[in-house]
C-alpha cells in the first residue's frame, strides 16, 4: 500500500526558513508528479510547488523566489526548502503524489496527512 510521510513542519519566526519533507513508500513503480498544497483555516487548498518527471516544476507565485522544490529519485522523496517566511505561509502543508504501483493499472493521486507550519510575526 502506498504511503506518503510528510516531516518537518513546525513553528517558525517571520523571515525564517523550514525544510519540509515527503517520502513515499510502497511498491512504487514510477511517479508522475510529487509537491505540495496547503491549506489554510477557512480557505481552499492551494498549491505550492510541485515537480514532474522530467524535472519540470511549478510553482505558486505567492511562494516563487522564497521556495525550492527537490526529489532525491532512489528515495522517492521530494523536499521543499522555504525562506523568508511570512506569517501568512501558515498553513497545513500536504504532500501529493500521483504514481503508478504494482497494485494500479494507471497512475493514482495519493495524499499525505499533512503537517503543520505556523509562522508567527
Known amino acids: 500500500q502506498v504511503q506518503l510521510v510528510e516531516s518537518g513542519g513546525g513553528l517558525v519566526q517571520a523571515g525564517g526558513s523550514l525544510r519540509l519533507s515527503c517520502a513515499a513508500s510502497?511498491?512504487?513503480?514510477?511517479?508522475?508528479?510529487m509537491g505540495w498544497y496547503r491549506q489554510a483555516p477557512g480557505k481552499q487548498r492551494e498549491l505550492v510547488a510541485v515537480?514532474?518527471?522530467?524535472?519540470?516544476?511549478t510553482i505558486a507565485d505567492s511562494v516563487k523566489g522564497r521556495v525550492t522544490i527537490s526529489r532525491d529519485n532512489p528515495k522517492n522523496t521530494v523536499y521543499l526548502q522555504m525562506n523568508s517566511l511570512k506569517p501568512e505561509d501558515t498553513a497545513v502543508y500536504y504532500c501529493?503524489?500521483?504514481?503508478?504501483?504494482?497494485?494500479?493499472?494507471?497512475?493514482?493521486?495519493?495524499w499525505g496527512q499533512g503537517t503543520q507550519v505556523t509562522v508567527s510575526s
Open positions: 510502497g511498491s512504487i513503480l514510477s511517479i508522475n508528479v
Open positions: 501529493k503524489a500521483i504514481l503508478r504501483s504494482i497494485t494500479t493499472a494507471y497512475p493514482r493521486e495519493y
Open positions: 515537480m514532474f518527471s522530467g524535472g519540470d516544476t
